[in-house]
């Protein structure tokens, strides 16, 4: 069975610093991997996805993720946060062995601070 | 397009009562999904269904049941609510890509109580 962890439940910042995430997915086969955001009383977005290819994948808003096949790890970079990106953050996989399920993490709160 | 709606988006219920929570989407897709949220554990699906008619079950199915008699609706449904049901319910609706990828859109929630 698939399933994830994301290492830190709690993160704070200030303004400009660099943000790293973490996420790891346990199952051995092909997978997607996501990561969502939820900004306070809003429903989910995504942020990015992967699922071939290149394994440094780009999304919105400066957000970035590497995919580390050998670590079973896809963790969030953005190199320099701003207010706005105060949020929670969801890793998540999916694989066709799961029926295309997604499994989500626990969840990363990220704060902010101007 | 409006995406994925739900209704309501909050509620209060009482341990014992029943309720239906509707789900919609105009998005043509196939699939749809249940899942709840809780502090610390991130979403776990309820239950899901791949087409119109066909409904399964998810990681925490106890509790609730669903139908999906049009391609556009996905209902859930407590039949005797308890606290331990309380959370922040979101739908969700995807369709079938190539190979296993499969990019779900989400709805805004709906945040139950059950006193």
């Known amino acids: 069975a698939q399933s994830v962890s994301q290492h830190n439940h709690h993160v704070i910042l200030s303004e400009a610093a660099s943000l790293e995430l973490g996420c790891n997915y346990s199952y051995g086969g092909t997978v997607n991997l996501f990561w969502y955001v939820q900004y306070p009383g809003q429903h989910l977005q995504l942020l990015l996805k992967y699922f071939s290819g290149d394994p440094l994948v780009k999304g919105i808003k400066g957000f970035e993720a590497e995919f580390i096949k050998s670590k079973f790890s896809f963790n969030l970079r953005k190199p320099s946060v701003q207010w706005s990106d105060t949020a929670e953050y969801f890793c998540a996989v999916s694989s066709k062995a799961a029926g295309n399920k997604l499994t989500f993490g626990g969840g990363t709160r990220v704060l902010v601070k101007p | ?115």
């Open chain 2, 1 to 115: 397009n409006a995406g994925v709606t739900q209704t309501p988006k909050f509620r209060v219920l009482k341990t014992g009562q029943s309720m239906t929570l509707l789900c919609a989407q105009d998005m043509n897709h196939e699939y749809m999904y249940w899942y709840r949220q809780d502090p610390g554990m991130g979403l776990r699906l309820i239950h899901y269904s791949v087409g119109e008619g066909t409904t399964a079950k998810g990681e925490v199915p106890d509790g609730y049941n669903v139908s999906r008699l049009k391609k556009q609706n996905f209902l859930l449904g407590l039949e005797s609510a308890a606290p331990s049901q309380t959370s922040v319910y979101f739908c969700a609706s995807s369709s079938p890509g190539q190979g296993s990828y499969n990019e779900q859109f989400f709805g805004p929630g709906t945040r139950l109580t059950v006193l």
